[in-house]
């Protein structure tokens, strides 16, 4: 699935060519992804001048001059095309501007395109509990410590968890994890405030490493423009298993199962 890191490299790379621009031509393809498209998005769409992009969470935020705001979700394999040569079954959203056609193509059919008044984005009912944004302020030791207190769930698990940070995945929480030498497997309550606040600055700084890099280019994942992501070449931990530790030189890789999803961590220097 397309973490925060490939979201944003995603928006960056549409605002590239979308800011600014008047819709010219919209066009759904079939009645649903994971939902079904907003009945009004093509009437809404079209004609309407995009003022800018963004993202919450793992959310892209397409603003326009109407009023609303699409928000997209790329799912498991969704990405944007840009220009493509030709339209595939799997291109299940067409938006086109003077200069451009974007794609969004979607073989799994897990992501999802809502219509939000632009007013009422804060309301929208997947943003309504969402924690703090990684990279933003209100990401603070004091935060996880509240939010970690007494709690003996694994610190990994409760990282997932929207409700305490929005938009951290499963990678990225893995090498945070690494860089701040905290154990996955450590319940969070009993995590020092101390290492909490080692951990707060390496969330941010593998995230801004990886989106600088392009993200993770993971199974179906590329930047609208075709651009694989490089950051897989820079894992320090993720899908390392039995391989040494970068950091300690002396621990090996190892995986284990939390919460039906695999996490990897070195024993030797995560404690």
Not at 66 to 82: A, P
Not at 152 to 169: F, T
Request: hydrophobic share 40%.
């Amino acid at each position: 699935m397309p973490e925060l890191p490939e979201v944003e490299t995603t928006v960056r790379g549409l605002a590239r060519l979308l800011e600014g621009e008047r819709v010219t031509r919209v066009q759904v393809n079939r009645p649903d992804l994971r939902r079904p498209f907003p009945p009004d998005l093509v009437q809404v769409l079209t004609g309407a001048r995009i003022t800018a992009m963004g993202r919450r969470a793992k959310y892209g935020l397409v603003h326009t001059d109407r009023d609303h705001t699409m928000v997209f979700h790329l799912g498991m394999s969704g990405r944007w095309r840009i220009d493509p040569g030709d339209i595939g079954k799997h291109d299940h959203l067409m938006i086109e501007t003077g200069a451009h056609r974007f794609a969004l193509c979607d073989p799994r059919r897990f992501g999802s395109v809502d219509l939000v008044a632009s007013d009422a984005l804060d309301r929208f009912q997947p943003f309504l509990t969402m924690g703090p944004e990684p990279l933003g302020d209100d990401l603070t030791r004091k935060h996880l410590c509240a939010a970690f207190s007494g709690r003996k769930q694994a610190i990994k698990l409760l990282l997932l968890d929207q409700r305490i940070v929005a938009g951290l995945g499963n990678i990225y929480v893995c090498e945070a994890l690494h860089r701040a030498r905290i154990d996955p497997r450590k319940p969070a309550g009993a995590v020092s405030a101390a290492a909490l606040g080692r951990l707060v600055p390496e969330i941010r700084a593998v995230l801004l490493e990886a989106i600088e890099a392009g993200g993770s280019t993971l199974r179906d994942y590329a930047a609208p423009d075709g651009q694989l992501g490089y950051f897989s070449t820079r894992f320090d931990v993720y899908d390392r298993e039995g391989e040494p530790c970068r950091s300690c030189g002396n621990g090996a890789i190892q995986r284990i199962a939390q919460g039906g999803r695999s996490s990897w961590f070195c024993p030797r220097c995560q404690k």
